[in-house]
């Protein structure tokens, strides 16, 4: 599996080896795009009456928990940065 240089750019990535620096960048994206696709799967299943209140339950929430983990871990992988503390710290 491969990713041509074009394609990292568009990711916002610039030149990357062919080594694991690039599969890591695919899982993240694909680990990106599966938790987006999960969450809007989740909203439009939701039944919307004008005027109703509608509270977000536990499978929701951590829905976009998923979606901030996983574009913070795409960030990470896309300009690493050296050492520094993990997402869930700062």
């Known amino acids: ?3 041509s240089n074009d ?3 568009e990711l916002g ?3 990357m080896s ?11 994206q ?20 004008e005027g109703e ?5 536990a499978d929701l929430v951590a829905m976009l928990l998923r979606v901030v983990e996983a574009q ?10 050296g050492p520094s503390l993990p997402a869930s710290l700062r």
């Open 7 to 9: 394609r990292a750019r």
């Open 72 to 81: 913070r871990h795409l960030a990470e992988v896309a300009s690493p940065k």
């Open 30 to 49: 694909a680990s990106v795009d599966a938790a987006c696709s999960a969450l809007e799967t989740a909203m439009k299943s939701l039944v919307r009456n």
């Open 53 to 57: 209140t509608v509270m977000a339950n």
């Open 13 to 15: 990535v610039g030149h």
């Open 1 to 3: 599996m491969g990713i």
């Open 18 to 28: 062919a080594g694991g620096g690039l599969v890591a960048l695919l899982h993240a």
